[in-house]
């Protein structure tokens, strides 16, 4: 073999020692950033999937619900103020704007509240621009994920009012011996209201009522209507009395009548008819 060949053959020999060096090593340097890269997917993964869904602190309280007008239709773009209520005082722990379908939600530490008993007591103010709308009754106590939807000018429903329990506990006794409301007798040896009062444990006097309301009228929304008045202080057992009526007292008396859930927030829908009605027929008395 000539001295060139064996030069030759040196070099290729050379080159392909070196050639392969270098695909090694670029295999290592792809290895590393194989890892590198993983490393940083599983630390991506585990900032995104798990750390985001790690539990809100205890501390913290939401509070959602959907605002309506009075017609039942969502109110968008109104400020909700989150208020906590202390005896004495009130202060706003969050707001936010409802959107296109009411809807609302307020997240809060509920450590800013004042010392509370057990957990914050809550309420809500509505207003558009700087304008107050309404604002709602106090829920005490509230839980870490509260619901409060409210009606603008409508008190928040409530399960049942006095009248709406004290009918339907005195109906069952009396109905079924064929004693209707608006019949019952409290005089001489005929005692059923203090009989009724004993029996159900029930104060007297809203027996009383009941039954006068009854007397007034057998339609139990009128009934309701005149059991409220006869609660709040309003008597109309004479022409005497009758002709003080007035727009203004009737509608402070069923306000305040709805408002301590003596009767249904469902007269307030038809507030101003019902007070002409009443106006109208104890004027013709």
Known sequence: MTELAVSLKNSITLNSII???????????????????FEIAVLVFFETNILSQTPVPSDQITVSGIIHDKYNYPLPSVQVRVFD????????LGTT?????????????????YPEYKSPDIFIKVYRGSTLLDQSEIYFNVTKNTTINYKIGVPPFKEI????NLYKKVNKISKPLGINLGQLIDTGSINDITFLSGDLSEDFDKIFFLNKAFERSQNILLASVYYGMFRTGITIS????????????????LTQAVEQNIISSEILEKLDATIRYLLMIHTAR
Do not use: H
């Not at 209520?85 to 706003?92: G, N, S, T």
């Not at 704007?97 to 509240?113: D, K």
């Not at 009012?161 to 709406?164: I, S, V």
């Open 19 to 37: 050639s392969i060096n270098n695909l090694f090593c670029l295999m290592k340097i792809k290895q590393v950033l194989r890892i590198a890269l």
């Open 85 to 92: 209520k202390d005896l004495r005082a009130e202060k706003q």
């Open 238 to 253: 004479n022409d005497k009395n009758s002709n003080k009526l007035t727009s203004i007292i009737l509608t402070k008396s």
């Open 97 to 113: 704007v409802s959107n296109i379908m009411g809807f609302y939600s307020v997240t809060f530490n509920g450590a800013l509240a």
């Open 161 to 164: 009012n006095e009248f709406e």
